[in-house]
């Protein structure tokens, strides 16, 4: 097994101008708030941590997988998040063995990486005592969450041509019965998804599958715009988790023009999914990111 590096011990925080400019979050509330919402901007919210563990041969050149190395990797991403000692501890903090926990890989676009979702069942498995059967594949309609009594959610990192980002919120649109009802005003209705019966709270765990990250939006992934990143981010707060995403898709999509170049639509369901539904924590000031391993350049 090749051993992944030790951590940075030192937290990374971006600052909020490097992210996106203006606020849309007075529009976004007006226009997106149903009655009985409670509007959640101003209440006083504590730091979200989110980590980022990197390893430079978790991808050889033909992108296969190193599945040694990748399952240290979550293991690691699993044991930051928790801040627990090791990966059995750190399952055990999240997952119960009586839990009927849905994994909710993305299936399009950009794929969740096959070796992400059977080592994260493996981790369940081996380390929080949950039984093989009880680890169900949980991506699709209403009812595949409904069963479950907790989530974790296994996007892969990418832009999307209808929600501008297509990691982390709206990695669950299946559960609304009605996407196209979300696609509209830029798709900043995302975050309502996270509060629907059957849905609401039951995610314990984010983990991007960053391996291999497409930048533009498609709807066809386009080569041009994917990179070997060899990446995971993890936290709970998926908000926090989309916005570090954002952050490396941004940069990257600015290394490759020169010059910035904004994703279109603008990804404005992040501001609402933090101001207008309570989910987490948008402003990246508000955010400590940790590494892990092999990440000198942060974000691309």
Known sequence: MK???????????????????????????????????????????PKSAVTIVRHPTVLDTFRRVDTDTLEQMVDQAVIQVTGQRDATAAWRQLFKPDDVVGLVPTPHLNPTHDEVVDLVKA??????????????????????????????????LKAHWL??????????????????????????????????EGVRGKTRLIL??????????????????????????????????????????????????????????????LEAADTVYGLGNSDLARIEINTVGWAQDLLV
């Open 3 to 45: 051993p992944v590096p030790p951590p940075d011990q030192r937290p990374v925080c971006l600052t909020r101008r490097d992210f996106l400019k203006g606020s849309a979050a007075a529009t976004l509330a007006a226009s997106i708030a149903q009655p009985g919402l409670a509007r959640l901007a101003n209440a006083a919210q």
């Open 123 to 156: 981790g369940l498995i081996r380390n929080a005592g949950v039984a093989a059967a009880n680890v169900v594949m949980a991506q699709g309609g209403i009812r595949r969450p409904k069963r479950c009594t907790a989530l974790i959610a296994l996007p892969g």
């Open 163 to 196: 929600t501008g980002v297509g990691t982390v919120l709206k990695n669950y649109i299946m559960y609304s019965g009605a996407p196209t009802r979300y696609h509209g005003a830029d798709s900043a209705k995302l975050g309502e998804i996270w509060r629907l």
């Open 208 to 269: 991007v599958d960053a391996l291999y990250p497409l930048c533009d939006k498609g709807p066809q992934p386009d080569p041009r715009y994917q990179w070997p990143y060899h990446g995971l981010i993890a936290g709970t707060d998926p908000v926090a988790v989309e916005a570090v995403g954002l952050k490396i898709i941004t940069a990257k999509r600015a290394q490759l023009r020169g010059e910035p170049w904004p994703l279109s639509p603008p990804p404005v369901c």
